[in-house]
């Protein structure tokens, strides 16, 4: 089967760090844009860290430029979002993605999601 399986969820108090992973089966990640979304309680799904099917090239909401990093390993076939500074705000189910064609972020165009994975941020 084709999935993305997300770790590395978890409670944190604000202002620290965590780190989300997602890890690739049956397929590769070369050739595809990576991405990560989350959907806050009664939000919907916003774009938050993205890269270019094409090119490469980097897309981040404006919400956690700077805080938001995100990474790939290819030897290891698994995405990460490295979370800095996290507000009460970034609370939200986070879920990774791959898309064969650009998505910029949009979510509109993803091949495959992950399942999920719970960040809560408390104040």
């Known amino acids: 089967e084709v999935q993305l399986v997300e770790s590395g969820g978890g409670l944190v108090q604000a202002g620290g760090s965590l780190t989300l992973s997602c890890a690739a089966s049956g397929f590769t990640f070369d050739g595809y844009g990576l991405g990560w979304f989350r959907q806050a309680p009664g939000k919907e799904r916003e774009g938050v860290a993205c890269?270019?099917?094409?090119?490469?090239?980097?897309y981040y909401a404006e919400s956690v430029k700077g805080r938001f990093f995100i990474s790939s390993d290819f030897a290891k076939n698994t995405m990460y979002l490295k979370m800095n500074s996290l507000k009460p705000e970034d609370t939200a189910v986070y879920y990774c993605a791959a898309d064969r064609l650009d998505d910029y972020c949009s979510g509109s165009l993803v091949d495959y999601w992950g399942q999920g994975a719970q960040v809560t941020v408390s104040s």
């Open positions: 890269t270019s099917a094409s090119d490469g090239a980097l």
